[in-house]
């Protein structure tokens, strides 16, 4: 059926207005249950798919009930539907409550939760309808029930089914002040009105000493939820015992025309207006003040000793007529108006708007299915075939392929032109790990101990400080860390403080070890954070192929198998790979190399340079000609030095070792300890 035809089939139904007539009360009886018949069965359609959850994706025609707290609500409710609710439980107004009435011959009940909402409030991806304990066929185990289901709304962290006992009640699990989930109720019976709709917490505008003030903005945000949707009917209920203005629920709709529109007010306790202001109630009910689109109409309860004794619903239907029928001014109120008074006159008028609403809007509604539905098949062609001649085939070529794939990718996959270098996963896994190996590699060479072979405190022209240091930095690694630097004299003042028994002239090795662990005690941080960050690469990179190999079964548990499996190796390899890296890092804590020849040369070449450094800090002229006048004759004198020594059978000098023929000095023990730690470094990094 095309959505015209649709639109046309529906709209043909005729207003039971148009049932009078000369064509006889036979013909219009029949006509009356045509049209009632023909409105169960659009009531029972939008019944259907608000329990399959619908209304999340598609806005259905809905009644809400709209009031203040103590405004009368719930016995509203009690007199359209003929269910006792729950008093004094301190619950029975802090979820919403979905009332599904529906003509019946027999009468039943039965209670669901429906849970749209997780604990923090956010709507979840696939809501859940379950069923609250089993049906009900007696009225007055209604009342029990639904306080347990609300409680169990109250309390999600707690199996709602331990609130079907009367001895779980008190459980001690935290409540939630207000929830979004509601509990469903679905009543069947011969005086049953047609209709659904939902009952929300009372509009509040202060708490009890220790409540929580957010409580009053919370549910006034529940109540815009529902009452804001376009295709949402209001029952505003408004209490005659208290000023019109006072009660915050008319102020969500007052501003909003197109919400004033869709409407319907009701006034409960007639029976408190206080004497002398029954004029204005009746002037609102007559719709000349405070007016509605949809009007308003007057309802009469039971009082609460009423309630104490156990009225039947039908003794509190006879009350409700006999206060309108000889209580002044409604006894005399005009005919007109008199359809706008009692419980049944709005629940017929209610189920008649809605009925009038779903007709005209079910045809849109089946267009939006039909749209969902064609947007579900395009996308469940993306899934595989429901079945396989061998599963269990299928899942081993699965598991090969990404084997495989993730073998390539360890192994190394070289870029295409069209990756994207800053993506992780298209830039390669080798080349993303061997960043950040680059990066530690830099970092360790960093921690390199800096040593300055000159004193602190010496005054030296800032022009050969600046040469000093240039010429000592050529060892150094760039941007090294702060707190590195280490002066001559300071080296000098350790050796003198750690000599123990040893003969003049010698210092204990542990100086050496000093300056060596400065060195290698940050290693094993930055160790760990290069390690966990090649982890999260390779966690993310994997978890991609995962995705990318199983992603399309991800409703069928076969992603999330495959996910925790990758996880538990992750972890294992996690905790293997920590204790490789920390029995590297102890097997640093005392100094020892193998690389003799590296370790000779670069202590030879560091302690040349260091005491050159330090002769030159103290004002001496160098043999290298840097501060030498004449630099022609000093490189004159060295050359015939050097060949004198040769001549004394010593070959192989370069100038730099003419250095070793300086005189001794009291720093000697200090460079010599510098150079033998920095060598060790340079030996153990470069190595």
């Given at each position: 059926?095309?959505?015209?035809?649709?639109?046309?089939?529906?709209?043909?139904?005729?207003?039971?207005?148009?049932?009078?007539?000369?064509?006889?009360?036979?013909?219009?009886?029949?006509?009356?249950?045509?049209?009632?018949?023909?409105?169960?069965?659009?009531?029972?359609?939008?019944?259907?798919?608000?329990?399959?959850?619908?209304?999340?994706?598609?806005?259905?025609?809905?009644?809400?009930?709209?009031?203040?707290?103590?405004?009368?609500?719930?016995?509203?409710?009690?007199?359209?539907?003929?269910?006792?609710?729950?008093?004094?439980?301190?619950?029975?107004?802090?979820?919403?409550?979905?009332?599904?009435?529906?003509?019946?011959?027999?009468?039943?009940?039965?209670?669901?939760?429906?849970?749209?909402?997780?604990?923090?409030?956010?709507?979840?991806?696939?809501?859940?309808?379950?069923?609250?304990?089993?049906?009900?066929?007696?009225?007055?185990?209604?009342?029990?029930?639904?306080?347990?289901?609300?409680?169990?709304?109250?309390?999600?962290?707690?199996?709602?089914?331990?609130?079907?006992?009367?001895?779980?009640?008190?459980?001690?699990?935290?409540?939630?002040?207000?929830?979004?989930?509601?509990?469903?109720?679905?009543?069947?019976?011969?005086?049953?009105?047609?209709?659904?709709?939902?009952?929300?917490?009372?509009?509040?505008?202060?708490?009890?000493?220790?409540?929580?003030?957010?409580?009053?903005?919370?549910?006034?945000?529940?109540?815009?939820?529902?009452?804001?949707?376009?295709?949402?009917?209001?029952?505003?209920?408004?209490?005659?015992?208290?000023?019109?203005?006072?009660?915050?629920?008319?102020?969500?709709?007052?501003?909003?025309?197109?919400?004033?529109?869709?409407?319907?007010?009701?006034?409960?306790?007639?029976?408190?207006?206080?004497?002398?202001?029954?004029?204005?109630?009746?002037?609102?009910?007559?719709?000349?003040?405070?007016?509605?689109?949809?009007?308003?109409?007057?309802?009469?309860?039971?009082?609460?000793?009423?309630?104490?004794?156990?009225?039947?619903?039908?003794?509190?239907?006879?009350?409700?007529r006999d206060f309108f029928s000889t209580t002044q001014p409604w006894s005399n109120l005009e005919d007109k108006h008199r359809n706008r008074i009692g419980s049944?006159?709005?629940?017929?008028?209610?189920?008649?708007?809605?009925?009038?609403?779903?007709?005209?809007?079910?045809?849109?509604?089946?267009?939006?299915?039909?749209?969902?539905?064609?947007?579900?098949?395009?996308?469940?062609?993306?899934?595989?075939?429901?079945?396989?001649?061998?599963?269990?085939?299928?899942?081993?070529?699965?598991?090969?392929?990404?084997?495989?794939?993730?073998?390539?990718?360890?192994?190394?996959?070289?870029?295409?032109?069209?990756?994207?270098?800053?993506?992780?996963?298209?830039?390669?896994?080798?080349?993303?790990?061997?960043?950040?190996?680059?990066?530690?590699?830099?970092?360790?060479?960093?921690?390199?101990?800096?040593?300055?072979?000159?004193?602190?405190?010496?005054?030296?022209?800032?022009?050969?400080?600046?040469?000093?240091?240039?010429?000592?930095?050529?060892?150094?690694?760039?941007?090294?860390?702060?707190?590195?630097?280490?002066?001559?004299?300071?080296?000098?003042?350790?050796?003198?403080?750690?000599?123990?028994?040893?003969?003049?002239?010698?210092?204990?090795?542990?100086?050496?070890?000093?300056?060596?662990?400065?060195?290698?005690?940050?290693?094993?941080?930055?160790?760990?954070?290069?390690?966990?960050?090649?982890?999260?690469?390779?966690?993310?990179?994997?978890?991609?192929?995962?995705?990318?190999?199983?992603?399309?079964?991800?409703?069928?548990?076969?992603?999330?198998?495959?996910?925790?499996?990758?996880?538990?190796?992750?972890?294992?390899?996690?905790?293997?790979?920590?204790?490789?890296?920390?029995?590297?890092?102890?097997?640093?804590?005392?100094?020892?190399?193998?690389?003799?020849?590296y370790f000779f040369h670069y202590r030879s070449k560091l302690l040349v340079k260091y005491k050159a450094v330090y002769k030159r800090s103290k004002g001496h002229?160098?043999?290298?000609?840097?501060?030498?006048?004449?630099?022609?004759?000093?490189?004159?004198?060295?050359?015939?030095?050097?060949?004198?020594?040769?001549?004394?059978?010593?070959?192989?000098?370069?100038?730099?070792?003419?250095?070793?023929?300086?005189?001794?000095?009291?720093?000697?023990?200090?460079?010599?300890?510098?150079?033998?730690?920095?060598?060790?470094?340079?030996?153990?990094?470069?190595?």
């Amino acid at each position: 059926m095309s959505d015209s035809n649709s639109s046309t089939s529906w709209n043909n139904i005729p207003s039971p207005a148009s049932a009078s007539g000369p064509t006889g009360s036979d013909q219009s009886n029949a006509f009356m249950q045509t049209y009632t018949a023909r409105r169960r069965q659009i009531l029972d359609v939008l019944n259907v798919l608000t329990s399959l959850g619908i209304q999340n994706d598609i806005d259905l025609p809905r009644v809400a009930v709209l009031g203040s707290q103590s405004a009368g609500k719930s016995s509203l409710i009690e007199s359209m539907s003929g269910i006792s609710l729950p008093r004094a439980s301190g619950t029975c107004t802090r979820c919403p409550m979905e009332c599904r009435l529906q003509f019946g011959e027999t009468w039943s009940c039965s209670v669901m939760l429906r849970f749209e909402f997780d604990s923090g409030g956010n709507r979840l991806s696939t809501p859940r309808e379950v069923s609250f304990g089993g049906p009900i066929s007696d009225k007055a185990d209604v009342t029990a029930r639904l306080r347990r289901a609300q409680r169990a709304i109250l309390r999600p962290s707690i199996d709602a089914n331990k609130f079907l006992d009367d001895s779980d009640l008190e459980t001690n699990g935290t409540s939630l002040s207000f929830s979004k989930n509601y509990v469903c109720i679905h009543v069947q019976g011969p005086q049953v009105p047609d209709l659904t709709f939902y009952d929300l917490p009372g509009i509040i505008a202060n708490v009890s000493d220790g409540g929580n003030e957010k409580d009053i903005q919370l549910v006034e945000d529940l109540a815009k939820m529902y009452i804001t949707q376009p295709n949402c009917i209001v029952l505003l209920v408004i209490t005659c015992e208290t000023d019109f203005e006072n009660q915050g629920a008319y102020r969500l709709i007052k501003a909003d025309e197109s919400l004033r529109a869709r409407t319907v007010g009701v006034l409960t306790k007639p029976d408190r207006i206080e004497p002398g202001n029954e004029q204005r109630w009746l002037r609102i009910l007559r719709n000349e003040i405070n007016t509605l689109e949809n009007g308003w109409f007057a309802v009469k309860q039971p009082d609460f000793q009423q309630l104490e004794r156990g009225i039947s619903w039908e003794a509190a239907r006879i009350g409700e007529r006999d206060f309108f029928s000889t209580t002044q001014p409604w006894s005399n109120l005009e005919d007109k108006h008199r359809n706008r008074i009692g419980s049944a006159a709005l629940a017929d008028h209610l189920g008649q708007m809605l009925s009038d609403l779903a007709s005209t809007k079910l045809p849109a509604v089946l267009a939006s299915i039909n749209r969902l539905l064609g947007n579900v098949d395009q996308e469940l062609k993306k899934y595989p075939a429901p079945t396989y001649d061998d599963p269990k085939r299928e899942i081993i070529m699965l598991l090969r392929d990404f084997t495989k794939d993730v073998a390539k990718h360890v192994e190394g996959l070289p870029p295409s032109c069209t990756d994207d270098p800053v993506d992780p996963f298209t830039a390669g896994l080798i080349y993303s790990i061997n960043k950040q190996y680059d990066a530690f590699r830099l970092q360790v060479h960093r921690t390199a101990p800096q040593f300055r072979p000159w004193e602190s405190h010496d005054s030296i022209d800032r022009s050969v400080q600046r040469s000093l240091l240039k010429e000592v930095k050529e060892d150094d690694p760039p941007s090294g860390c702060k707190g590195n630097e280490f002066y001559i004299e300071e080296v000098m003042d350790l050796a003198e403080r750690s000599r123990t028994r040893e003969l003049p002239g010698n210092y204990p090795f542990a100086v050496k070890v000093t300056y060596i662990d400065e060195t290698i005690r940050s290693w094993r941080d930055l160790a760990a954070k290069c390690f966990e960050k090649v982890r999260d690469i390779t966690v993310d990179h994997v978890n991609r192929l995962v995705q990318d190999h199983f992603g399309r079964y991800e409703h069928g548990g076969l992603l999330d198998a495959v996910s925790n499996v990758v996880k538990e190796q992750f972890n294992r390899r996690e905790i293997t790979t920590k204790g490789k890296i920390e029995s590297i890092c102890r097997g640093e804590d005392r100094p020892c190399t193998q690389n003799e020849d590296y370790f000779f040369h670069y202590r030879s070449k560091l302690l040349v340079k260091y005491k050159a450094v330090y002769k030159r800090s103290k004002g001496h002229g160098s043999i290298f000609g840097l501060s030498s006048e004449d630099p022609h004759n000093v490189r004159r004198l060295v050359n015939e030095a050097i060949a004198a020594l040769a001549r004394l059978n010593i070959h192989g000098l370069k100038p730099d070792d003419l250095v070793k023929l300086f005189p001794e000095n009291k720093m000697d023990p200090a460079l010599e300890i510098v150079s033998e730690a920095r060598a060790y470094f340079q030996g153990i990094v470069l190595e």
